[in-house]
Protein backbone atom coordinates (compact mmCIF):
# COMPACT_ATOMS: atom_id res chain seq x y z
CA UNK A 1 0.00 0.00 0.00
CA UNK A 2 0.97 3.32 -0.93
CA UNK A 3 2.47 5.56 1.89
CA UNK A 4 0.82 8.45 0.68
CA UNK A 5 -2.68 10.06 -0.69
CA UNK A 6 -2.56 12.12 -2.88
CA UNK A 7 -5.60 13.58 -4.13
CA UNK A 8 -9.30 11.04 -3.35
CA UNK A 9 -10.12 8.66 -5.99
CA UNK A 10 -12.12 9.58 -9.00
CA UNK A 11 -12.66 6.54 -11.08
CA UNK A 12 -12.74 3.10 -9.40
CA UNK A 13 -11.32 0.11 -10.40
CA UNK A 14 -12.45 -3.38 -9.77
CA UNK A 15 -10.60 -5.77 -7.24
CA UNK A 16 -6.84 -6.56 -7.55
CA UNK A 17 -5.61 -4.35 -10.03
CA UNK A 18 -2.43 -2.99 -8.20
CA UNK A 19 -0.69 -1.91 -11.15
CA UNK A 20 -3.47 0.02 -13.04
CA UNK A 21 -1.92 3.30 -14.12
CA UNK A 22 -3.39 5.48 -12.01
CA UNK A 23 -3.72 3.65 -8.62
CA UNK A 24 -1.75 6.50 -7.08
CA UNK A 25 -4.28 9.31 -8.23
CA UNK A 26 -7.05 7.14 -7.17
CA UNK A 27 -6.20 5.38 -4.37
CA UNK A 28 -8.08 6.89 -1.52
CA UNK A 29 -11.29 6.45 -2.73
CA UNK A 30 -10.65 2.88 -3.43
CA UNK A 31 -9.33 2.37 0.28
CA UNK A 32 -12.12 4.26 1.81
CA UNK A 33 -14.42 1.67 -0.57
CA UNK A 34 -13.36 -1.53 -0.53
CA UNK A 35 -13.80 -1.04 3.65
CA UNK A 36 -16.12 -3.68 4.16
CA UNK A 37 -16.56 -5.11 0.75
CA UNK A 38 -15.24 -8.23 1.53
CA UNK A 39 -17.57 -9.01 4.43
CA UNK A 40 -20.69 -7.88 1.60
CA UNK A 41 -19.85 -10.16 -1.42
CA UNK A 42 -19.50 -12.82 1.00
CA UNK A 43 -22.93 -12.07 3.09
CA UNK A 44 -21.09 -11.71 6.15
CA UNK A 45 -22.13 -7.69 6.76
CA UNK A 46 -23.30 -6.83 9.88
CA UNK A 47 -25.85 -4.76 8.47
CA UNK A 48 -26.92 -6.32 4.96
CA UNK A 49 -27.36 -9.81 4.28
CA UNK A 50 -26.45 -11.21 0.17
CA UNK A 51 -29.80 -11.40 -0.26
CA UNK A 52 -30.60 -7.76 0.58
CA UNK A 53 -27.50 -7.17 -1.48
CA UNK A 54 -29.16 -9.02 -4.32
CA UNK A 55 -32.17 -7.47 -4.24
CA UNK A 56 -30.77 -3.59 -4.35
CA UNK A 57 -28.27 -4.57 -6.97
CA UNK A 58 -31.26 -5.89 -9.09
CA UNK A 59 -32.65 -2.71 -8.24
CA UNK A 60 -29.61 -0.64 -9.65
CA UNK A 61 -29.77 -2.78 -13.10
CA UNK A 62 -33.46 -1.80 -13.75
CA UNK A 63 -32.13 2.13 -13.28
CA UNK A 64 -28.95 0.76 -15.79
CA UNK A 65 -31.48 -0.51 -18.18
CA UNK A 66 -32.77 3.08 -20.07
CA UNK A 67 -34.60 1.25 -22.92
CA UNK A 68 -36.65 -1.24 -20.22
CA UNK A 69 -35.41 -3.86 -22.57
CA UNK A 70 -34.77 -6.59 -19.71
CA UNK A 71 -31.24 -5.96 -20.83
CA UNK A 72 -28.12 -3.81 -19.91
CA UNK A 73 -26.33 -3.04 -23.17
CA UNK A 74 -22.26 -2.17 -23.75
CA UNK A 75 -23.83 1.43 -23.91
CA UNK A 76 -25.74 1.37 -21.27
CA UNK A 77 -23.13 -0.37 -19.08
CA UNK A 78 -20.81 2.57 -20.20
CA UNK A 79 -23.23 5.54 -19.43
CA UNK A 80 -23.75 3.96 -16.13
CA UNK A 81 -20.39 3.90 -14.98
CA UNK A 82 -19.84 7.54 -16.28
CA UNK A 83 -22.13 8.41 -14.23
CA UNK A 84 -21.55 6.52 -11.08
CA UNK A 85 -17.44 8.28 -11.59
CA UNK A 86 -19.14 11.69 -11.98
CA UNK A 87 -21.19 11.28 -8.72
CA UNK A 88 -18.87 10.53 -6.43
CA UNK A 89 -16.81 13.49 -7.23
CA UNK A 90 -20.07 16.10 -6.82
CA UNK A 91 -21.15 14.35 -3.78
CA UNK A 92 -17.94 14.44 -1.63
CA UNK A 93 -17.52 18.04 -3.41
CA UNK A 94 -20.89 19.46 -1.75
CA UNK A 95 -20.93 17.39 1.56
CA UNK A 96 -17.74 18.56 2.54
CA UNK A 97 -18.08 21.94 1.17
CA UNK A 98 -21.33 21.77 3.24
CA UNK A 99 -19.83 20.56 6.17
CA UNK A 100 -17.44 23.92 6.04
CA UNK A 101 -20.31 26.27 5.43
CA UNK A 102 -22.36 24.98 8.38
CA UNK A 103 -19.49 24.93 10.56
CA UNK A 104 -18.03 28.77 9.90
CA UNK A 105 -21.26 30.40 8.86
CA UNK A 106 -19.72 31.33 5.45
CA UNK A 107 -20.49 30.33 1.50
CA UNK A 108 -16.65 30.42 0.91
CA UNK A 109 -13.43 28.92 2.62
CA UNK A 110 -10.57 30.41 3.62
CA UNK A 111 -7.24 28.61 4.34
CA UNK A 112 -7.62 29.57 8.28
CA UNK A 113 -10.64 27.61 7.90
CA UNK A 114 -9.35 24.62 6.55
CA UNK A 115 -6.17 24.88 8.22
CA UNK A 116 -8.96 24.99 11.63
CA UNK A 117 -10.41 21.65 10.19
CA UNK A 118 -7.02 20.18 9.43
CA UNK A 119 -5.60 20.59 12.68
CA UNK A 120 -8.78 19.08 14.36
CA UNK A 121 -8.52 15.80 12.38
CA UNK A 122 -4.95 15.25 13.11
CA UNK A 123 -5.53 15.61 17.24
CA UNK A 124 -8.01 12.97 16.74
CA UNK A 125 -5.17 10.71 15.07
CA UNK A 126 -3.19 9.23 17.64
CA UNK A 127 -0.81 8.22 15.07
CA UNK A 128 -0.10 11.56 13.83
CA UNK A 129 2.76 13.82 14.94
CA UNK A 130 3.19 17.57 15.08
CA UNK A 131 6.07 17.63 12.08
CA UNK A 132 3.15 15.79 9.52
CA UNK A 133 0.55 18.36 10.31
CA UNK A 134 3.12 20.95 9.56
CA UNK A 135 3.67 19.08 6.44
CA UNK A 136 -0.14 18.72 5.37
CA UNK A 137 -0.48 22.52 6.04
CA UNK A 138 2.38 23.59 3.65
CA UNK A 139 1.39 21.23 1.17
CA UNK A 140 -2.05 21.94 1.36
CA UNK A 141 -1.76 25.98 1.41
CA UNK A 142 0.34 25.17 -1.99
CA UNK A 143 -2.57 23.79 -3.58
CA UNK A 144 -4.99 26.54 -1.91
CA UNK A 145 -3.26 29.26 -3.93
CA UNK A 146 -3.49 27.17 -7.06
CA UNK A 147 -7.18 26.30 -6.77
CA UNK A 148 -7.91 30.62 -5.67
CA UNK A 149 -7.90 31.91 -9.67
CA UNK A 150 -8.56 35.29 -8.38
CA UNK A 151 -6.06 35.03 -5.67
CA UNK A 152 -8.83 36.46 -2.97
CA UNK A 153 -8.15 34.02 -0.55
CA UNK A 154 -10.91 32.38 -0.33
CA UNK A 155 -12.34 29.42 -2.35
CA UNK A 156 -15.69 29.19 -4.07
CA UNK A 157 -17.48 26.11 -4.41
CA UNK A 158 -16.00 25.44 -7.60
CA UNK A 159 -12.06 26.52 -6.48
CA UNK A 160 -12.89 24.17 -3.76
CA UNK A 161 -13.90 21.06 -6.26
CA UNK A 162 -10.44 21.93 -7.51
CA UNK A 163 -8.70 21.96 -4.29
CA UNK A 164 -10.74 19.01 -3.05
CA UNK A 165 -10.14 17.15 -6.17
CA UNK A 166 -7.14 18.38 -8.23
CA UNK A 167 -7.03 15.70 -10.77
CA UNK A 168 -10.10 16.83 -12.35
CA UNK A 169 -8.81 19.69 -13.44
CA UNK A 170 -5.92 20.67 -15.96
CA UNK A 171 -5.11 23.72 -14.19
CA UNK A 172 -3.95 21.67 -11.04
CA UNK A 173 -2.19 18.90 -12.42
CA UNK A 174 1.41 20.25 -11.99
CA UNK A 175 0.28 20.34 -8.08
CA UNK A 176 -0.37 16.61 -8.02
CA UNK A 177 2.49 16.03 -9.57
CA UNK A 178 4.84 17.88 -7.06
CA UNK A 179 2.89 16.25 -4.81
CA UNK A 180 3.67 12.94 -5.45
CA UNK A 181 7.51 13.91 -6.42
CA UNK A 182 7.32 15.21 -2.44
CA UNK A 183 6.40 12.18 -1.32
CA UNK A 184 8.29 9.89 -3.45
CA UNK A 185 11.62 11.64 -4.25
CA UNK A 186 13.08 10.32 -0.93
CA UNK A 187 16.69 12.37 -1.86
CA UNK A 188 15.30 15.24 -3.63
CA UNK A 189 17.06 15.46 -6.92
CA UNK A 190 13.45 16.39 -8.64
CA UNK A 191 12.82 12.43 -10.42
CA UNK A 192 12.10 9.07 -9.00
CA UNK A 193 14.34 6.21 -9.09
CA UNK A 194 13.29 2.49 -9.49
CA UNK A 195 13.69 2.64 -5.71
CA UNK A 196 11.62 5.49 -4.55
CA UNK A 197 8.63 4.28 -7.14
CA UNK A 198 9.15 0.44 -6.05
CA UNK A 199 9.28 1.64 -1.81
CA UNK A 200 6.05 3.84 -2.25
CA UNK A 201 4.06 0.57 -3.30
CA UNK A 202 6.05 -1.99 -1.25
CA UNK A 203 7.61 -0.84 2.12
CA UNK A 204 7.55 -4.52 3.57
CA UNK A 205 11.09 -5.81 3.93
CA UNK A 206 9.37 -9.49 3.05
CA UNK A 207 10.14 -10.35 -0.54
CA UNK A 208 7.80 -8.56 -3.09
CA UNK A 209 4.66 -10.43 -4.14
CA UNK A 210 4.51 -10.62 -8.14
CA UNK A 211 1.78 -7.61 -8.70
CA UNK A 212 5.49 -5.74 -6.89
CA UNK A 213 7.77 -7.12 -9.78
CA UNK A 214 5.15 -6.36 -12.80
CA UNK A 215 5.29 -2.43 -11.32
CA UNK A 216 8.74 -2.70 -11.64
CA UNK A 217 9.05 -4.13 -15.10
CA UNK A 218 6.31 -1.36 -16.23
CA UNK A 219 8.54 1.55 -14.48
CA UNK A 220 11.40 0.23 -16.51
CA UNK A 221 9.67 -1.01 -20.01
CA UNK A 222 6.90 1.95 -20.20
CA UNK A 223 7.10 4.69 -17.64
CA UNK A 224 10.60 5.12 -18.32
CA UNK A 225 10.49 6.73 -21.99
CA UNK A 226 13.93 7.70 -22.29
CA UNK A 227 15.33 4.80 -20.16
CA UNK A 228 17.98 7.02 -18.13
CA UNK A 229 16.53 4.85 -14.61
CA UNK A 230 14.61 7.87 -14.06
CA UNK A 231 11.18 9.71 -14.21
CA UNK A 232 10.97 12.79 -14.63
CA UNK A 233 7.73 15.68 -14.71
CA UNK A 234 6.79 14.54 -17.54
CA UNK A 235 6.96 10.79 -17.35
CA UNK A 236 5.28 11.53 -13.67
CA UNK A 237 2.77 13.39 -15.71
CA UNK A 238 2.33 10.37 -18.41
CA UNK A 239 1.86 8.33 -15.52
CA UNK A 240 -0.74 9.85 -13.85
CA UNK A 241 -2.54 10.76 -16.00
CA UNK A 242 -2.20 8.93 -19.09
CA UNK A 243 -3.85 10.21 -22.25
CA UNK A 244 -3.77 6.18 -23.79
CA UNK A 245 -5.79 4.87 -20.89
CA UNK A 246 -9.72 5.14 -19.96
CA UNK A 247 -10.92 4.06 -16.91
CA UNK A 248 -14.36 3.94 -18.17
CA UNK A 249 -13.42 1.72 -20.99
CA UNK A 250 -10.80 -0.70 -19.43
CA UNK A 251 -13.68 -1.60 -16.41
CA UNK A 252 -16.50 -1.70 -19.34
CA UNK A 253 -14.52 -4.00 -21.09
CA UNK A 254 -13.58 -6.32 -17.76
CA UNK A 255 -17.68 -6.66 -16.79
CA UNK A 256 -18.56 -7.71 -20.66
CA UNK A 257 -15.47 -9.87 -21.59
CA UNK A 258 -16.83 -12.84 -20.79
CA UNK A 259 -20.43 -12.69 -21.80
CA UNK A 260 -22.20 -12.08 -25.43
CA UNK A 261 -22.41 -8.11 -25.16
CA UNK A 262 -25.37 -7.59 -23.38
CA UNK A 263 -26.23 -8.57 -19.86
CA UNK A 264 -29.87 -9.90 -18.59
CA UNK A 265 -30.30 -9.12 -14.91
CA UNK A 266 -30.01 -13.02 -14.20
CA UNK A 267 -26.75 -12.96 -15.81
CA UNK A 268 -25.36 -9.32 -13.60
CA UNK A 269 -26.89 -11.24 -10.17
CA UNK A 270 -25.12 -15.09 -11.15
CA UNK A 271 -22.07 -12.38 -11.38
CA UNK A 272 -22.98 -10.61 -8.01
CA UNK A 273 -19.15 -10.76 -6.49
CA UNK A 274 -17.88 -9.61 -9.82
CA UNK A 275 -20.38 -6.29 -10.19
CA UNK A 276 -20.59 -5.37 -6.12
CA UNK A 277 -16.86 -5.83 -6.29
CA UNK A 278 -16.47 -3.27 -9.13
CA UNK A 279 -17.60 0.49 -9.84
CA UNK A 280 -21.15 -0.47 -11.33
CA UNK A 281 -21.93 -0.52 -7.60
CA UNK A 282 -19.51 2.28 -6.42
CA UNK A 283 -17.29 -0.84 -4.87
CA UNK A 284 -21.03 -1.77 -2.87
CA UNK A 285 -20.84 1.61 -1.30
CA UNK A 286 -24.39 2.46 -3.70
CA UNK A 287 -26.17 -0.77 -2.42
CA UNK A 288 -26.68 1.12 1.05
CA UNK A 289 -29.31 3.34 1.52
CA UNK A 290 -27.46 6.45 1.37
CA UNK A 291 -26.11 6.15 -1.54
CA UNK A 292 -29.35 6.63 -4.00
CA UNK A 293 -28.21 7.04 -7.48
Known sequence: ????????????????????????????KLGENLSGLDELTTGQSPTMTKQEGERLLAELVDKMDLDKDGY??????????????????????????????????????????????LSDDFDEDEDSDDE????????????????????????????????????????????????????????????????????????????????VKTEQKQFRDIRDKDKDGFLDREEIRAWL????????ESELKHLISFLDGKLSKDEILSHYHL?????VTDFGQALYPHDEL
Request: charged share 40%.
Open 1 to 28: MSKILVVALLIGFTLAKPQDPNSRVHEH
Open 72 to 117: ITEEELRKWLKHVASRYVEQDVKRTYDGYVREFKTDYITFDQHKTR
Open 132 to 211: ELKGAIARDEKRFKIADKDGDGKLTREEFAAFLHPEEFEEMRDIVIDETLDDLDTNRDGKIDLDEYTKDIWADESPAPEW
Open 241 to 248: FPTDYDHI
Open 275 to 279: FVGSQ
